[in-house]
Each structure stands twice: as C-alpha cells, then as structure tokens.
C-alpha cells in the first residue's frame, strides 16, 4: 500500500428520510480542524435517494467537497448497498482519515466496510487528532467500562478510520453561501441480486427515548421512590424539555423500562446538561453520564458518590427541591426577558 | 436449523482495576465471565433450535480458559462448542479476530452446514461491535446488527425477518438465510440452566483447534501482525474534581440551581424581547 496516496479527511453523512443526522454535521466540524491541520480538503460522504440538495449544507457547516450517490436503492439503509458504495468510493478516491457517527447504522456500515477494504477501526471515540511529524491520526476512546482512555493509532492501513460518539464533537456555524465541489458517483446494484430488504420502520417519534441523542436528560434513582417520584421527575423534564434517564434500580423496579436506563448495561450518553435525582452515583451508572457537559446533582446523603461526578450538587429532599425547581423553571421560560434572557427560538 | 453462535471471555469490567504505576490493566483483578450479550445470543439459538429444531454450536477465541466461557453456554443449552486457541492469534484487534472467526467458520460451515450466525451487540471489554459486522463480510452474507427481535423464521424459503434497533425506533428487515446476527439484550431474558444440562456442562470439554487445525489460512492475517489498529497510549480519564455544593434553604438552593442551569442557556427557548 502506498500511503502517499492517500489524502483528505472523510466523513460519512448520515441521513434518515433525508434529513441530515445532527451527527454528520458535528463530524464536519471535527473533521475541519483535522483536514486544516493537514492542510487537506474535507469531504463529506452523502448516499440516498434525492438527497443532492443538501450538499449545500455540507458546504456551509466545512465540506471542501461531497461526494453523492443519489439513486433509489440507496433510499433506506441496507449494509450491503451502502458497504458496496462507500467501499468503491474509498477504492477510488482513496482518504486517508475516515469518520462515521457511532449510531445504529454508522458503525454498521464501518464496520463492515473496514472488512471490504482491510483497515482499522477505532469504535466509539471521544477525542481525535493528528500527529503531523508521522502524519498518523489519533483517536482516543474510553475502554474498558469508562475505566481508562486509550489513544487507538492505526500506521500501515489507509484509510484510518474512527467512529465518533454524537454529540461530543461541535458543529461549526454555518457559513451561508459557501460553496464546494459537488462529485456525482454512481452505483450499480440491481434490487434483485439482493439479499435484505427493509420492510418497515417504525419510528416511535411520540414517545422516543432517544437517551444518546438528547440534549438534555433528568435522570431518577432509587430515592424517588416510587411512581409519584416518577411523575415528579417527568414534569421537571417536561418543561425543560428533557428525555428522563434512569439507573439500573428505577428500571428494576418496574417503574419505568430499560429504555430509560443509563449506565454501563443502559445507554452511554453525552448532553449538555444531566441532573441526577436520588442516584447514589454507583461507578456503572457514572461511566454512563460521566461525559455529559454540565451535571447536577440532588441527593440527600451528603457523602453520595455522585457528587463526585457532579459539577453542582445539593444536599437536598427530591420531593421538596424538584417540584420548587419545576415552577422555577416555568417562570424563567416565560419571563426570560425580564431575567435578561437572550432571545433563542 | 444449524446455529453458530460466536461467544467471548472477557473480564468483568465493572470491577477491573487499573494499575496506576503503569495505567494498563490488571487483568487478574477482575474475574473472567461470559460476554453479557453473547448469554443473549446464546439464548436466542437454544430458542429457536427449540422451535425449529437443529443444532446450536458455539465457537470462541481465546487463551485456554475460555472453555469455562463456553461450558457455561452449554449450561445456557448449546449442544456443542470449540475454541480456537493458539499463541499465533494473540494480540488480534477486529480485523483480526473476525478473520480467524471466520476461518473457523468456513470449516465448521463445510463440516456441519450452518443457516444462521449469531453475535452479541459488542463485547464488553473491546466494545467495539465490530467483529460481527467483519465476519458477515468476509461469509458474504447480510449482517443485521442491534436485534431486538426475531419475528419469523422460514425454512423452506430459507430467510428471517428481525427487528433491528435504531436510534428513534426499530425496523423490519427480511434476510436470506444464512445471515449473522448481533443481539441485544432485549431480545431474551438469559433462563436459569435446568438440572441436566448443568450436569453436561460440568463434564463438557470443548472441542480445541489451533492454527494447524483450520484451512488455507494467512498467518500474516492474524493476531498481532495481522491487527492493523495498535493501542497507542492509555491514561486515566480526569476526574472531575467533585462538585461545589450549594447551601442554604431549599428555596435558595433551587434558585441557584436554576441559575446554573441556565449556563447553557443556549438549550432552552426562554422567550425574549416579547415580554409576557
Ligand atoms: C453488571 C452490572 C451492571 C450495572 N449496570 C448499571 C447501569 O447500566 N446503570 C445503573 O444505573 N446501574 C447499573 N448497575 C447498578 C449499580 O451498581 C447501582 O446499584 C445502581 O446504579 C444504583 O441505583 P440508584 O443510584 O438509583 O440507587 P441507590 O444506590 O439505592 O441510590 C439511591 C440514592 O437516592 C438517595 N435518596 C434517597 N431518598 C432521597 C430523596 N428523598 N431525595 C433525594 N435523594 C434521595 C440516597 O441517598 C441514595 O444515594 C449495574 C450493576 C451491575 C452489577
Ligand atoms: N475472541 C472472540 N471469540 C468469539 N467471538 C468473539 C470474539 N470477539 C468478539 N466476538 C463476537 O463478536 C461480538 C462483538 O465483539 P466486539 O466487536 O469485540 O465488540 C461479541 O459479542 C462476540 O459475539
């Protein structure tokens, strides 16, 4: 293999029903510096079906160049279709820095296209960068339960490839009217010679815990006890806006399912604020949320372990503090102007 | 039905410690157990070996106690299991450890027949899910990843149709037959072990394969050497140095809460300018 060959930083855009996935765009912005401290272009991957359109986005939030593939078959993803295309793109374009969004279908596609074109992967990482003297990317994760961070260095393959964690990279801000190169590419694949077909999706958009994806989550221990605690907890969420996490105890309990449990055995998530309500903060649930932006923690055991991975905490009873933080909270929502709010729709 | 189910041993890592002289593992901290979703995995086989008859083998890599990893899945009801063991594929990363999967695979498939591959989501100490997806790829067959249910089996049109999970739902996907499938944990509850297959798993001593023992393989191709990702550096992550506690009455201590909440104001639609 020739490595000289290999330049530019990639980074595969997700899209569901067409809409870009959040992931892809902060992808765009991580991968911005990468290919700026390379001095390389940054190329976005887009397959779908009329999809073309949005590469204008892709220009406006970093993409030098995207690369389509707009045709039918592409509409819903399949790994076969889409490890096909990605790998014959990577065969002809050849870049040496590939980044996907760890979701469902992202690391999906990675890892099966890591095996179509024989090079390595590093899975769900947080930190990424470049070593410019040997030109080598570097990606690092959390392994081992949270435990320990591990720089992931792949030397002789190309292209070295990661995925990314969503929401731990930031999305640049749009530069409206930028504008890059658009590269058509096609596929050639008959429906018939295929082995899957997507049947149905069903997308529980009312009711979706989409823990890993939220921006922010208020999160129940054991200390709220029961159903009403529960409640309790929603209607704080509900007027921040927030998807409700829980520990492994909560879903234990019955109160809610294990779709709502953070932690080591539940979701790994990343918002930008978690409030943690009667969690003791056990290691599994904390390697959990322990990357979360802004944390803030109630407890009434002054010594609880989660104060620890807390950025704010108070020594306080849920059922006293959490309804006062509710109707606090409405208030300023509704009179943001008079706290100085700044205007944000 | 012939289902192969790959398991792995891996270290319980809710209790492993790292040693901070030298910030690697300390491996002999924490016990080895059987891959929590590979249990799942393995369940799901017996499940539907149990509807739609056949067999349920399972196939690992690893040193030599492994096989305590595999005798447990016998407890779980598999009828068979082999260990590919063998200094040579030390070190492997996802690539590696799919190829030599794989390898093993192709005998156990040319010996035996196999309609269905199973995987776990991803194992917990690499949690990478990766090795599955790889080794669907290099049979030539679909991988259908994060399983959340089995809905139909046909045998006579050879093809499976499976939930999968995906971040805001699930989908229906049909699949020829074979396929291989990475399992979550929702897809089964892991049963008690009855009585006799206890009894079968205490004497049970698996099959045991080294390099010599598989087809046509590339050496180059495995372990270490054949491992294109190396570990570069490890640290511990920070620690945060614990949070500034706020005192006071509960009114103030809520007020202040808000407050802080609202350092990520850019989250919230507070109205402004319109003053209400
Ligand atoms: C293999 C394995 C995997 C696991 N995976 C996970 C996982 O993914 N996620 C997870 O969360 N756990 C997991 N656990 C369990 C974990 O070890 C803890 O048992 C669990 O997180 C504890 O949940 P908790 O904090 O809600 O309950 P507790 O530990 O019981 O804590 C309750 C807390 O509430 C406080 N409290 C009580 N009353 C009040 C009140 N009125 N107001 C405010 N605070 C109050 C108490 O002081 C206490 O700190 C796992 C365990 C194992 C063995
Ligand atoms: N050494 C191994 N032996 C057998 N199966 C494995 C091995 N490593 C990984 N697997 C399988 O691949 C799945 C995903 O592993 P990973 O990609 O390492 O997260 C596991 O749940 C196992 O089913």
């Known amino acids: 293999m020739n490595m000289e060959e290999y330049r530019g930083v990639w980074v595969f855009i997700e899209q569901r029903n067409g809409e870009l996935v959040d992931v892809g765009l902060e992808l765009l912005g991580a991968g911005r510096d990468l290919a700026d401290k390379l001095e390389v272009d940054l190329c976005g991957i887009l397959l779908g079906h009329n999809v073309k359109d949005r590469a204008k986005d892709l220009f406006e939030y970093g993409a030098d160049k995207v690369y389509v593939i707009d045709d039918p078959i592409l509409e819903l993803y399949r790994t076969e279709t889409y490890m096909k295309a990605v790998g014959d793109l990577v065969r002809k374009y050849k870049p040496e820095i590939f980044l996907y969004g760890a979701t469902a279908n992202g690391k999906d596609l990675a890892s099966a296209v890591a095996t179509e074109v024989m090079t390595g992967l590093t899975a769900d990482t947080t930190l990424l960068d470049v070593n410019l003297d040997k030109r080598l990317f570097e990606a690092s994760r959390p392994a081992f339960g949270g435990n320990i961070m591990a720089t992931i260095l792949c030397k002789k393959h190309r292209p070295q490839m990661a995925t990314v964690r969503p929401k731990v990279m930031k999305k640049a801000d749009p530069q409206p009217g930028r504008e890059g190169e658009l590269i058509e590419e096609s596929i050639s694949v008959q429906e018939e010679n295929l082995k899957t077909k997507v049947i149905d999706i069903v997308r529980d958009t009312n009711k979706a815990v989409n823990l890993e994806e939220a921006d922010i989550i208020v999160a129940a221990g054991k200390g709220i006890k029961d159903e009403k605690g529960w409640k309790m907890v929603e209607e704080l969420a509900d007027v921040l806006n927030a998807t409700v996490g829980a520990s492994r105890d909560v879903v234990e309990m019955g109160i809610c399912g294990h779709e709502h449990q953070v932690g080591q055995t539940g ?31 109630i407890n009434t055991d002054p010594d609880a372990a989660i104060f620890n991975a807390s950025h704010y905490g108070v020594v306080a009873d849920a059922f006293e503090i959490v309804p006062l933080l509710t109707e606090e909270f409405r208030k300023v929502l509704q009179s943001g102007a008079e706290e100085g709010g700044v205007a944000h729709v | 039905m012939n289902i192969l189910v790959c398991i792995k041993q891996v270290p319980d890592t809710k209790i492993i410690k790292i040693n901070p002289k030298t910030n690697t593992l300390d491996r002999s901290s924490a016990p080895a157990i059987l ?19 056949g067999k349920v083998t399972v196939l690992s890599m690893g040193p030599p106690q492994a096989k305590v990893a595999i005798k447990k899945c016998v407890e779980i009801g598999a009828d068979e299991g082999y260990l590919i063991s063998d200094r040579r594929f030390a070190g492997a ?12 695979i192709q005998k156990l498939m040319d010996e035996q027949g196999i309609d269905l591959v199973l995987c776990g989501k991803h194992a917990i100490d690499g949690d990478t899910g990766q090795v599955g997806p790889g080794i669907a790829r290099r049979m ?12 139909e089996v046909d045998l006579k049109e050879k093809r499976m149709k499976v939930r999968r999970k995906i971040e805001d739902g699930y989908e229906l996907i049909q699949s020829e037959l074979p396929c291989l499938l990475t399992v979550e944990k929702e897809i089964n509850d892991v049963a008690y072990s009855p009585l006799p297959n206890m009894i079968k798993a205490a004497r049970y001593n698996p099959i045991v394969w080294t390099v010599d023992d598989l087809d046509d393989v590339d050496i180059k191709q495995l372990g270490l050497k054949g491992s294109p990702t190396i570990v570069g550096k490890m640290w511990p992550p920070e620690k945060s140095a614990g949070a500034e506690m706020i005192d006071g009455d509960v009114k103030k201590q809520a007020k202040a809460l808000v407050e802080h909440m609202l350092e990520k104001r850019e989250l919230f639609e ?5 003053k209400v």
């Open chain 2, 140 to 151: 030539e067959i679909p991988p259908l990843t994060n399983v959340i249910k089995v809905e």
């Open chain 1, 267 to 297: 979701a790994t998530v990343t918002p930008k604020l978690y409030i943690a309500i009667g969690i003791s903060g056990a290691v599994q649930h904390v390697v959990g949320m322990q990357n979360s932006e802004l944390i803030i923690a």
């Open chain 2, 270 to 274: 507070v109205k402004g300018g319109e």
């Open chain 2, 93 to 104: 990363d996802t690539l590696a450890t799919s190829y030599a999967l794989y390898k093993a």
């Open chain 2, 35 to 53: 891959n929590p979703y590979d249990a799942h995995a393995v369940q799901e086989a017996v499940r539907l070996k149990e509807v739609h008859g």
